[in-house]
């Protein structure tokens, strides 16, 4: 069985709460899946679960590209995409090539709580494709290249997509097409 869900802010990629957080028990998904990879409490989207163990490796692998909407702080120019492009040194070691590039403000739900806004600092939006997943790796790579995060959101695992999905709702996927 494959599960896609769309997690809301704040909320845990693990079925137990923790402290103030909530954990994934209170969305009523089937018993038995686990989340296939992981999105931080401040980030949204797209978490696949299964209850396969070989398709959770095969989801996770750095073969299956993972793609995000990110709003950032700033005006990313060519150089700083290219940056992201080119892959850089994080504290934990060179990341791999990524698809990188800006894009039109996207038609997605409201954020709770909202995204802070200053009148004084713009900002924008990239579509960023990777083939890897370490520990808060979008987040430190827009940082590096100077435009820390403000929203972000995984859109896209491999073939599967969390459009149509509002925040909280799940459904049954193919388990084939990953």
């Not at 137990?16 to 009523?28: A, I, K, M, N, V």
């Amino acid at each position: 069985m494959l599960i896609a869900f769309n997690k809301p802010m704040n909320t845990l990629s693990q079925f137990t709460d923790e402290g103030r957080w909530h954990g994934l028990s209170r969305f009523g998904l089937p018993r038995g899946v686990y989340a296939a990879g992981r999105l931080d409490r401040d980030s949204e989207g797209l978490l696949l679960l299964t209850d396969d163990g070989r398709l959770q490796a095969r989801i996770t692998s750095g073969d299956t590209a993972k793609t995000y909407l990110v709003q950032v702080e700033g005006d990313p120019d060519e150089a700083a995409l290219k940056a992201l492009r080119d892959g850089m040194i994080l504290k934990d070691g060179p990341t791999k090539p990524a698809l990188a590039e800006r894009i039109e403000a996207p038609d997605l739900w409201p954020r709770d709580p909202p995204v802070r806004t200053r009148k004084t600092v713009p900002d924008a939006w990239l579509r960023l494709t990777i083939r890897e997943g370490r520990n808060r790796q979008i987040r430190r790579m827009c940082a590096q290249a100077g435009f820390p995060c403000l929203r972000l959101v995984r859109w896209q695992v491999g073939a599967h997509a969390v459009t149509g999905l509002a925040p909280g709702e799940w459904r049954e996927e193919r388990p084939g097409t990953t």
